[in-house]
């Protein structure tokens, strides 16, 4: 028999509504992700330079205005490197600036300074040298973060005997049962297999997770990033600037939820993702 405490909590959660629902700031998004809990996995696929670091510190960033307590495991960026992709976004100033400082003013300066302010009063730990998913759970267990940003699964050290499909298996239910143990949300980005090159519609699906073991099955939440100008050269100025920006978020996996494709705008120049602009016509 089920506790009457745990059914009277759950009756409240469901009449009262869940003050600390997960937010990732983007409007569309948060509609269809309002079932997600702590204790949930998220899995952002997506080809290489399609945008998959550059979405989750959007998330990451909308989080942190909200005072929400975060840890980030970069994997294939030095903390240097990562904190320039915060930077960029918190003070909207270009990455090329910021990795080539012989094109700096004092204006760019000024707004480096404002933006490393900014970030300072965030409650962020960022680590680079965490490949071990015993030291990732042991680090989440000490910092008890509300969300965690792995980036990326197929960086995370596998061991050697074991086939790679079932040690990435191990990974994703070690980081399910640690999101559900320390009751935060965990993040974590992985690479796309390349066969959906060959494809007419390069759209991905699920069964485009590289390696995938059981990552399709274990995660809460499956989201792929698609931007069409990735692909596409156009004929034309007036198709290069509807299309210009352009990035569908394809949800393709929602357990307490729905599915579906949300748009939003990505501003390379500063790896940000930000909701698009929508004009009322009278």
Not at 17 to 25: H, M, Q, V
Not at 93 to 116: C, G, M, P, W, Y
Not at 134 to 150: A, G, L, Q, S, W
Not at 259 to 265: A, P
Request: net charge negative.
């Amino acid at each position: 028999m089920i506790d009457k405490e745990i059914l009277d909590k759950t009756f409240k959660q469901i009449t009262e509504g869940n003050a600390e629902r997960f937010i990732t700031g983007f409007n569309y998004l948060d509609a269809v992700l309002s079932g997600v809990e702590k204790g949930n996995l998220i899995v952002i696929g997506g080809r290489p330079a399609m945008g998959k670091t550059a979405f989750m510190t959007s998330i990451l960033y909308n989080l942190l205005k909200s005072d929400k307590k975060c840890l980030v495991f970069s994997l294939e960026m030095s903390i240097n490197q990562y904190l320039k992709r915060l930077i960029a976004q918190v003070g909207e100033i270009e990455l090329f600036s910021l990795n080539n400082n012989r094109v700096l003013d004092d204006k760019n300066k000024n707004e480096i300074k404002t933006a490393l302010e900014i970030i300072s009063c965030f409650d962020l730990t960022i680590f680079d040298d965490t490949y071990n998913i015993d030291e990732i759970r042991n680090k989440i267990e000490t910092e008890k973060p509300e969300y965690v940003f792995i980036d990326y699964l197929q960086l995370l050290e596998t061991p050697r005997k074991k086939q790679r499909s079932e040690a990435i298996t191990n990974i994703m239910l070690d980081l399910k049962q640690t999101a559900k143990e320390n009751d935060c949300i965990i993040f974590i980005s992985s690479q796309l297999s390349r066969a959906l090159e060959t494809r007419y519609d390069k759209r991905p699906m699920l069964s485009d997770l590289r390696e995938s073991g059981d990552i399709e099955n274990i995660s809460d939440v499956v989201m792929f990033i698609y931007r069409d100008e990735y692909y596409e050269s156009y004929a034309n100025e007036e198709d290069y600037a509807l299309n210009k920006g352009k990035a569908e978020i394809i949800i393709v996996k929602n357990k307490m939820g729905a599915v579906g494709t949300i748009e939003l705008l990505f501003r390379s120049p500063i790896a940000k993702f930000l909701e698009p602009i929508i004009y009322d016509v009278f």
